[in-house]
């Protein structure tokens, strides 16, 4: 059955999305609300530089649906993705630019970044640091956020050197007020199939009727680490996990060769979420690093920020249909 009426092609992943001139300006927030998205050229930024309208457009394709993965103002392949998605959504030509329509469509009045006072409990439950290794990471009780400027970044589904940049004095003491981007609540609705398409790195949650209610970037497997293919179902959730380690069964990290329990925690190896699915040992889950959504390998796995993990999370059901596929198009057959 098809329920999407357009190809995402693998022609527009080399889209590069930028505004020309626009990554020296300062980063206020006046000027992110302000800057226009229709603006939005093919000249790519330097990756340190945040632009100001890519901020905007990301913000606003994450409260659409089309997840751009972490909002950090740069351009991409993730970036370029969740502009097919949204045009796939929205039964729009999927060529992943900003026409006239798309950027009618995705506008609004809503600020792009408000206000914030940190609270007391933003400064609870951190930890020092996460140490690399998984021997070290079953020692600890549990695998926390390592500063408030980490916690709020991922509540507010941004990069820790944006929330930086749009704070570069503050110490995100309780009782700080700081700038973040208003991503929107977490999308509604009882998803009926899951897509993981390995070859595009994305994951689509179909309805029931067939319409697309979400589009996330994805890690889905490595060469050395393949996700598995065909059909399999979801098994189960779980928040907050505990993960089991072993090398016997799934891969082995550093000279540790015996059975560990690692605590949970949003820096945990499988984030804040764990989808189970029936093939055994695998799972669809967040990450202790979003940046690195589809720019590295998984053991095998379906790897989500943890924002589009739990998002997702709170759409599907055991029984939801999860189908592994390796196309250039994100059209379902």
């Known amino acids: 059955m098809s329920s999407m009426k ?13 505004v020309g ?8 927030p006046e000027a992110i609300n302000t ?50 998605g949204f045009e796939a959504m929205n039964d729009l030509p999927v060529d992943g630019r900003l026409d006239a329509e798309v ?6 009045n809503a600020p792009i970044v408000e206000s914030y006072v940190v609270s007391a409990d933003d400064a609870k439950g951190l930890v020092d640091k996460i140490p690399g290794d998984y021997g070290e990471k079953a020692k600890m009780q549990s695998l926390g956020y390592t500063s408030v400027a980490e916690k709020l970044s991922e509540r507010f589904h941004m990069g820790i050197d944006l929330v930086n940049a749009l704070n570069p004095t503050s110490q995100f003491a309780p009782g700080d007020t700081v700038w973040v981007v208003t991503p929107g609540p977490p999308r509604e609705g009882k998803v009926k ?29 490595s060469e050395d680490n393949p996700a598995p293919s065909g ?39 499988v984030g804040t979420v764990w989808i189970d699915l029936t093939e055994p040992t695998y799972g669809i889950h967040g990450t202790p690093e979003p940046k ?5 390998g998984s053991h095998g796995c379906v790897r989500l920020t943890n924002w589009d993990a ?8 055991p029984g939801v249909l999860v189908d592994f596929v390796s196309r250039s198009s994100a059209t379902p057959k």
């Open 21 to 28: 001139g626009a990554a020296a300006r300062e980063l206020r």
């Open 6 to 18: 357009t190809a995402l092609p693998m022609s527009l992943l080399a889209l590069a999305i930028s």
């Open 292 to 296: 690195l959504i589809d720019k590295v």
């Open 103 to 108: 950027v009618a469509l995705l506008e609004g």
């Open 310 to 317: 739990e998002e997702l999370a709170g759409m599907v059901k």
């Open 231 to 269: 059909k399999h179902k979801v098994k189960g959730v779980a928040r907050m996990p505990v993960y089991r380690y072993d090398p016997k069964r799934n891969f082995k990290q550093g000279k540790n060769d015996k059975v560990l329990t690692i605590p949970k925690g949003p820096n945990g190896p």
């Open 35 to 84: 800057a226009s998205i229709a603006s939005i050229g093919a000249e790519k930024p330097a990756p340190a530089d945040p632009d100001l309208a890519i901020v905007r457009l990301q913000v606003l394709l994450d409260r659409a649906g089309a997840s751009p993965g972490v909002i950090d103002g740069l351009s991409g392949e993730n970036v370029n993705k969740a502009v097919a």
């Open 193 to 221: 199939r899951i897509e993981a398409n390995k070859k595009t790195g994305q994951v689509l949650a179909f309805a029931g009727d067939g319409s697309l209610l979400a589009v996330y970037p994805a890690t889905i497997g």
